[in-house]
């Protein structure tokens, strides 16, 4: 028995032998962590930093729209009722229609609100203008809501500024 070893080194190889695959285990163990760590940290990188650095690759002029957007957010100014006489077409009719502004920021809302005297007369004096056939369809209110916008954007000052109204959304609207 030439090839059999004394039982002495038996036991050291048996015990060699878990020693070394417990250093595998912990080397796997620990390259397993560091994998899914760096990949969990990348990942955060790209969803939260990842929209910044792509922010800070814009052009110019996106930026400069996005600071208008968030500065102007849009406010809401609600205009009291309008009761008026139609232009005559099968005998008398009236107009009773209420909307709501929308405008560009709280200063032009209390620029508006400040001026609704001159808002209410321009309104009244173009809707006692109009027929019920112009403004009973679709398109005639959208056409109406057109025209109350451009004469409410006129300056109300002389060589003043226009107002920034982006729309007429009405709430009530009805013709007897």
Known sequence: MANAKPKADLKADAAAAPAGSKKKLIVIALAAV?????GGGAAWYFMH???DAAEHEAPKETKKKKKKD??????????????????PENGEQYLQVQFTLQVDGSEQATLIKDNMAIVRNRVLLLLSGKKSSEISTVEGKQQLAAEIQAIIKEPFEKDGDEQDVTDVLFTSFIIQ
């Open 49 to 51: 930093a990842g929209g």
């Open 34 to 38: 560091l994998l899914l760590g760096g």
């Open 70 to 87: 968030a500065s102007a957010k849009p406010e809401y100014v609600p205009v009291e009722a309008f009761t008026v006489n139609l232009q």
